[in-house]
Structure formats: structure tokens, C-alpha cells
């Protein structure tokens, strides 16, 4: 299957349009009647630099002709843990206030842990060690040493 | 001056509870160092959340240690195994391991520590005695010439970051964007906050590196789950006695490598982009050229291993001149370490030595005793690295991903952090899988602010823009930018192409005029002397008929590593 359009392209139409709304945003940005520059010429001059180089690579990248395209199955083998970590991870964050960080941290380990390697009844066990012990030792060393007040959520403040 | 700075220093540092921490820095710099896939950013990234709670000499110290550490940690798989731990020991591989594979695994190791440990020595004299003499020239910069070398940092950083130099410009440019989320430095102002309360204060510049740079690494290294299953080292490297004695008669006797690799390994590291992954593929390439017995590299010669190991070492006293002295970090190693020095309240610039030079040289002098500390503690490293080449990557990717949100979180104690992390984590990982290169990014954010600052101060001071080419030292950070530009393509070229025997000449002729502007005695004479090799260049390769010759390339090399 050949796509009619290379990845590189695709990147470069989607920096050009990043440009464009971090352009139309950057009018939002306040004006002030003090400091020799205003707030939005950096931004403006950065963004500037990036379209040009943007069109250099999208130049660059219809040149190179199209390529062959990942078939949807092997995108989602090859990027299957990535995808599993991220979303793991973003659980951990959206229940951080209810688990907080010590019960949400050992959760999240046992499971990417259990995601990554294999889910033999012992290799289960080991990584629910791992989890307990690693997790367990971080907090308490940035609980205890360092006097780090960590999230400590709903759950066990009720206990 | 120099000697009260260091014994000022002396009494700050020499103290049972930093050495310990110093120590406890380099064994773990050592052990993630050594580990194929971790990088020694990684280690110095994952150790500042540690530090926080320290003081400031205590945190930096450890630092310190940790970066002395992840240098020679390296040798050790390199070595024993044939895998590289980091980058800046992929030229050890070259000669270490066939002089393990030929019976002498003790001694290769010994000669890395030993040239480890006299390269990072070197680099700690030069660092102490040259790094306020750049601070001298760095008081002479204005606002103009802070921006145009920030500009040369940015572009050398992404011609030499990877095959795609608009890759890695536009990842300059993507960073320098990141750097302009949130509150300006300038005016007080919001930018880029699309409504959302948690974005006006920006992003914190530790979350957005760990999750560029670490969090990105992690789930490339756990993207092939038979590899992620499997313990770090399958080879099963075997614990050696080190042999110092026979290494130290090796160095004596190959003196004249170690002084040369470690100066390459300074130099290199002075320059900005530039570590120690190049430092060592340089020092034994000019070995080698040096060598009465050129041969004999590559099938376990001494030299190679002094070469490469002297010069990695040296290269992170390099960096830390042009860090310390000027504020501008070289390479993502020492953005990161800038990162820890503003944590703790220590901002990096032309005075920041004058001011306080107790702190500096406790600094200077931190790098110098982590030395001894990596020479001291390296056998229990080794022991704690072949402890750990048994767990698979997937066990230490899943236990980092939670240790690093909890460090992001003890930054600040608060929870946007560690979503800065999240999403910094997948486009730092995006961008690997779409081939753009990391280091200009990170670097786009920490010079970003620098960068606008500086702008806004030389256009505060005057509306001249033509003050940014008429000035020497703007003028001169702004050729070499547009030579960094051109370097990939002279890079691939060279041997090739009739133009690239131009190039060497034509930058050595263009440098000169700024360095005339400079006035004084000593640039006008460096000038004369560029002058004279670039006309010499010239002459030389016209007596030739312009004839290529392909150059030496070692790339077959590295491939087989």
C-alpha cells in the first residue's frame, strides 16, 4: 500500500497549521505601554523562523517523493507498549487526587509492569513486589528525607 | 587568588557528609552509565530530585558526581561486553573489548579508569584556571553578542544533533516556542495560555526536559517487548580484578596520547553541541593517525582505550568552563546541570565568579575530588552494574516512569508538572519516532529566555539592528553560526566535492576581521595567525589542483558497535 503523501510531509502540513493558530494566538497576547519590545515580537519572530523551516521541510519532503505507508495492524504492534504506557499514565493522572501518589504509583507500576513483560501467576507476583518495594521506598524517602509532602488522596485520607 | 578561592573552597567541600553524597553521586553516575540505553542525562536527570532537599553545595556536589560517574561508567559494559554503555565511549569499545576477548579484561578496564581519571584531573586544572579568564572576556559581551551566541549555540547544536539539519533546526525553533509559553520576562505578561489558568505561569523547564528526554527514552527502549523481556546484558559479563599497576605503566608509557586526547576532550567540550559523544571518536582518530603503529588499533591497543577515556572525561570539564563562565550550556548534559545550578539558587554568568567565588570553586573543585571518587569507588560499581544487567529494561522503564513523576512533582508540589511531563513525554517521544533530533529542543528551551532577554535589552539600549554585525564579538559568534549551518553539508561532502576544500580556508579568512575589530594586542595577532592559515590552506590546496581526497571515516566502525 503506498500513501499518496510521505510522513514527512504529513509533519510538515501539521507544523504549517501549528504556526497558524500559535499566530492567530499570539494577537491575544497583551499589550503593554511599557518595555521597549512588546510581548508578542519574540513569539511572532520565533514563529516566523519555524514557517520558513517548516516550508523548507515540506519543500524537501514532496521532493522526496511518497513512502511506503505503515499498515494500521503493524502501527499498533510496533507502538503497542508505548501506547499501553502512555495511557497507563494518564490513568495514574486522572486518579492521582482520588489514589494519590503512593497507592496510584504502586498501581501504576504493577500494571505498565504486567503490560510490558509476561503475565505468568509468578511473574505477576514479582512485579507486585517490585511495585510494592520500589514505589514504597521512593515515597518514603521523599516523605521522610526529603520532607516532600506528596499527594496523598481521597483514599487514604479516609483511612 | 586562585589558591585562597580553593582553599575557601576546600573548607566548604571537604566535609564527611558531601564527600559521602559526592560518592554515593559517582556510584550511581557509574552503575546508569554503564547500563546500554541509559544515557548519563538520564542519570544527572533522575538524581536531581534527590537534591532538592540539600543544600547548595551538598545538591551541586552530588551533581557533580553523578556526571563524573555516567563519564566513566561507559568503559565498564564497552569493555566487558562490546555495548557501549553511552555514547562517550563507543571508540573504548574499539580496543577494550578485544583486549578483553584476548584474556586481559583487567587491564583494559584499568586503563580506562586510569585514563578516565586523568583526563577528568587535566580537565579540573583547566577548569579552575581558565574558566574565570573566559569569564573575563564573557564581562566584555553585551546584549547584542549574547544573543547571536545563543543564536550559534542553536545552529551548531542542530547541525551536529543528526542527519536532518532542518530537523533539527526546526526543533531549535520548536523550543524556543515552548520557552514563550506562559509569563514573559519582560513585561509581566501572559502568552500563549489559550484560556487556561495553568498555563500562565508556563512551563517548568525540569518537567518539560525529564519528559523530552527520559520519558521519551523509556518507551523507546520498551517499544519491542522481546527485547524489553530480556535481561539487560544476555552476554553475562563476568566480574574482573582491575589491574592498576600494569594500566598505570601503560599511560607513562603512551603520555603523550593522554596529554593530546584530553586537550581534544577539553577543546571539545568548550565548544557548545559538542561532548563527549564526538571527544572520543576524535582523540582516537588523532591517535591513531599518531600512532608509529597504526595497525595495531582496533585488535586491543592500549592507546585507543587512553585515547577515548582521557578525552570523554576531559570534555565534561570543557563544558562546564563555557557553562560556568558564560551561563550558555553546550550540550543537553550541561543544560540539565544548569538546570540543577538555578534549582538551587546558583545562576551561571560572566560574574557569577567574581561575585561568589567560594561557591564557584567549590564547584570546580567538586569535579576535580569526583575524580578520585570514581577511581575509588569503580569496583563496587562494577559490581553493582553486573547486579543490574540482570533485570530486564522493562522492570527499570516501569519502576522510572513513577519515580520520575513523583521527582517532577517534588519540584514545585504541584500536579501540572507531572502532566508537563506526560505531554512533553509523548512529543519527545513522537519526535524520535519521526527523526527529529532532541538536543536542539532542550536547548531551544533553555536558551530561550536568554535569547528574548537579551534581544529586548540590546534593542532597549538602541534601535540600531546593524549593532548585531558591527559588533566583534556578535559579528564573530554570528560567522561561525553560518559555518555550523553550512558544516553537515561539508561533512558529507568532504573528499567529494571541490567546494568543501574551501571551506577550512574560508572560515579561518572570515573569523579573522571580527577578532581585528576586538583591538588589544592578543586577537589582533590570533587574527593575523588565521589569516595566515587560511592563505596557507588556500596556497597549499591550489599547489594540489584543488584534488580531493577522501577522508578517514570510521562509520563502518560504529556500526559494528
Known sequence: MVSAINRDTAVAVFLLLFCGVFYAASFQIEQTSYGTIGADVWPRLVLGVLFVLSTVYLFQSVRMGPDEAVKQKGFLVRYRNAILCYGLFLVFLLTLDFLGMLLGGVLFVFMALSVLGERTPRQLAIHAGVAVVSVGAMWSIFTFALRVILPEGEVLSIW | ?561
Not at chain 2, 490 to 496: C, I, N, P, S, V
Open chain 2, 1 to 561: 587568588m586562585l589558591i585562597e578561592n580553593i582553599i575557601g573552597a576546600f573548607g566548604e567541600v571537604v566535609q564527611v557528609k558531601i564527600m559521602l553524597l559526592m560518592a554515593l553521586g559517582v556510584l550511581s553516575g557509574l552503575v546508569a552509565g554503564a547500563i546500554p540505553g541509559f544515557t548519563i542525562t538520564m542519570a544527572v536527570v533522575l538524581t536531581l530530585p534527590f537534591t532538592f532537599g540539600l543544600s547548595t553545595i551538598e545538591g551541586l556536589a552530588t551533581m557533580i558526581g553523578v556526571f563524573v560517574g555516567g563519564l566513566s561508567g561507559g568503559l565498564m559494559s564497552g569493555i566487558l561486553t562490546g555495548i557501549p554503555g553511552t555514547p562517550s565511549s563507543v571508540a573504548t569499545t574499539f580496543d577494550g573489548f578485544p583486549m578483553a576477548r584476548k584474556g586481559r579484561p583487567g587491564l583494559a578496564l584499568g586503563i580506562g579508569v586510569w585514563s578516565s581519571f586523568m583526563g577528568g584531573i587535566f580537565s579540573a586544572i583547566l577548569l579552575m584556571t581558565l574558566a574565570p579568564q573566559l569569564a573575563r572576556i564573557g564581562l566584555e559581551f553585551g546584549p547584542w553578542d549574547y544573543f547571536s551566541l545563543v543564536l550559534f549555540a542553536l545552529t551548531i547544536t542542530a547541525s551536529l544533533a543528526g542527519e536532518n539539519l532542518t530537523k533539527g533546526l526546526i526543533a531549535g525553533a520548536l523550543g524556543l516556542l515552548v520557552a514563550t509559553i506562559g509569563e514573559d520576562d519582560i513585561n509581566g505578561v501572559a502568552r500563549f495560555n489559550f484560556g487556561t489558568d495553568a498555563l500562565k505561569q508556563g512551563f517548568a523547564f525540569l518537567p518539560v526536559l525529564v519528559g523530552l528526554f527520559a520519558f521519551s527514552q523509556l518507551m523507546s527502549d520498551v517499544q519491542d517487548s522481546a527485547t524489553a523481556r530480556k535481561p539487560l546484558m544476555e552476554k553475562g559479563a563476568k566480574a574482573v580484578r582491575v589491574e592498576h599497576l600494569a594500566a598505570i605503566k601503560a599511560l607513562a608509557g603512551d603520555w603523550v596520547n593522554l596529554i593530546r586526547s584530553s586537550l581534544i576532550g577539553v577543546f571539545t567540550g568548550i565548544l557548545p553541541a559538542a561532548g563527549g559523544s564526538i571527544s572520543n571518536i576524535l582523540a582516537y582518530d588523532q591517535a591513531k593517525k599518531a600512532s608509529k603503529r597504526p595497525q595495531e588499533y582496533g585488535t586491543g591497543c592500549p592507546g585507543g582505550i587512553i585515547a577515548s577515556e582521557s578525552a570523554n572525561n576531559a570534555t565534561a570539564g570543557g563544558a562546564l568552563i563555557t557553562m560556568m563562565a558564560l551561563g550558555i550550556p553546550g550540550d543537553v548534559v550541561t543544560a540539565v546541570m544548569l538546570g540543577a545550578l538555578l534549582i538551587h539558587d546558583v545562576v551561571p554568568s560572566p560574574s557569577f565568579i567574581g561575585e561568589q567565588p567560594v561557591l564557584a570553586y567549590s564547584i570546580f573543585l567538586a569535579f576535580f575530588l569526583s575524580n578520585f571518587l570514581m577511581l575509588g569507588t569503580q569496583a563496587i560499581a562494577l559490581r553493582a552494574f553486573l547486579l543490574v544487567t540482570r533485570i530486564p529494561m522493562y522492570m527499570l522503564a516501569g519502576v522510572i516512569l513513577a519515580y520520575c513523576a513523583i521527582g517532577v512533582f517534588a519540584l514545585h508540589n504541584v500536579t501540572f508538572d507531572i502532566w508537563t511531563l506526560f505531554w512533553f513525554g509523548m512529543i519527545g517521544y513522537v519526535m524520535r519516532q519521526l527523526g527529529f533530533p532532541l538536543a536542539p529542543m532542550i536547548l531551544g528551551v533553555v536558551l530561550g529566555g536568554i535569547a528574548e532577554v537579551n534581544l529586548s535589552r540590546a534593542v532597549a539600549i538602541s534601535g540600531d539592528l546593524t549593532l548585531f554585525v558591527t559588533r566583534p564579538w556578535s559579528l564573530f559568534f554570528l560567522i561561525i553560526a553560518i559555518f555550523s549551518i553550512v558544516f553537515p553539508w561539508y561533512q558529507k561532502h568532504r573528499g567529494r566535492k571541490q567546494w568543501t576544500l574551501g571551506f577550512l580556508p574560508a572560515l579561518c579568512l572570515a573569523l579573522a576581521p571580527p577578532l581585528f575589530m576586538m583591538g588589544g594586542v592578543t586577537r589582533p595577532i590570533v587574527g593575523g595567525l588565521l589569516v595566515a592559515v587560511g592563505a596557507w590552506l588556500l596556497v597549499s590546496r591550489h599547489r594540489q589542483g584543488w584534488k580531493l581526497t577522501a577522508p578517514v571515516e570510521h562509520a563502518a566502525r560504529l556500526e559494528e558497535t
